[in-house]
T-cell receptor, first 116, second 112 residues
Framework: EPEVTQTPSHQVTQMGQEVILRCVPI?????FYWYRQILGQKVEFLVS????????KSEIFDDQFSVERPDGSNFTLKIRSTKLEDSAMYFCASSEKGQVLHSPLHFGNGTRLTVT | KNEVEQSPQNLTAQEGEFITINCSYS?????LHWLQQHPGGGIVSLFMLSSGKKKHGRLIATINIQEKHSSLHITASHPRDSAVYIC??????????????FGKGTHLIIQP
């Protein structure tokens, strides 16, 4: 069964450094998402992406964050200047159609980001 | 106040027991999701529903739109069902690509 692939599985970075988290969504999917989960807390929505532009973003997704689909397969999340509070598990997800059309989400296994 | 509330937060049961996890939400939704998160962290979608009832193997999900309530049932529970079960809602606000709003999850342990 096709799956969403995320790399790396674990990234350690120093405060103030830029990080890029990478995702390869399922090939025929059109909607892409980033979520994060701080240790011990609930999953939170960051951003959704469709038709090469951001569709919706949460309050968490401030100017430090950006997303890009640089080619036909990758979907990336960039954090420009990491802060300690950015330490979390970041999940990429994709769906074939939008949520209003009841298209289920497929999640990657996540990238654990540790900012020191 | 959280828009999505789950109960119980923690549940320990014996193998074979019938399990019920509840979810209440306070906003208008286009769909409700039940997800499973294993200790390694990966998230798997179990159900997506907007009305009625769905069944997959030993799992059953129901939703009552009028009462803004959903339940996830596990019949003949097994230790491999041990995981965190998460309720999440789609509010239909993002033109189709709206993000989910998550509950805090129910940590289920099934003892042999």
């Amino acid at each position: 069964e096709p799956e969403v692939t995320q790399t790396p599985s674990h990234q350690v970075t120093q405060m103030g450094q830029e990080v890029i988290l990478r995702c390869v969504p399922i090939s025929n999917h059109l909607y892409f998402y980033w979520y994060r989960q701080i240790l011990g807390q609930k999953v939170e929505f960051l951003v959704s992406f469709y038709n090469n532009e951001i569709s919706e973003k949460s309050e968490i997704f401030d100017d430090q964050f950006s997303v890009e689909r640089p080619d036909g397969s990758n979907f990336t999340l960039k954090i420009r200047s990491t802060k300690l509070e950015d330490s979390a598990m970041y999940f990429c997800a994709s769906s074939e159609k939008g949520q209003v059309l009841h298209s289920p989400l497929h999640f990657g296994n996540g990238t654990r980001l540790t900012v020191t | 106040k959280n828009e999505v509330e789950q109960s119980p937060q923690n549940l320990t049961a014996q193998e074979g027991e019938f399990i019920t996890i509840n979810c209440s939400y306070s906003v208008g939704i286009s769909a409700l999701h039940w997800l499973q998160q294993h200790p390694g962290g990966g998230i798997v979608s179990l159900f997506m529903l907007s009305s009625g009832k769905k069944k997959h193997g030993r799992l059953i999900a129901t939703i009552n739109i009028q009462e803004k309530h959903s339940s996830l049932h596990i019949t003949a529970s097994h230790p491999r069902d041990s995981a965190v079960y998460i309720c999440a809602v789609s509010k239909g606000s993002g033109g189709g690509a709206d993000g989910l709003t998550f509950g805090k999850g129910t940590h289920l342990i099934i003892q042999p």
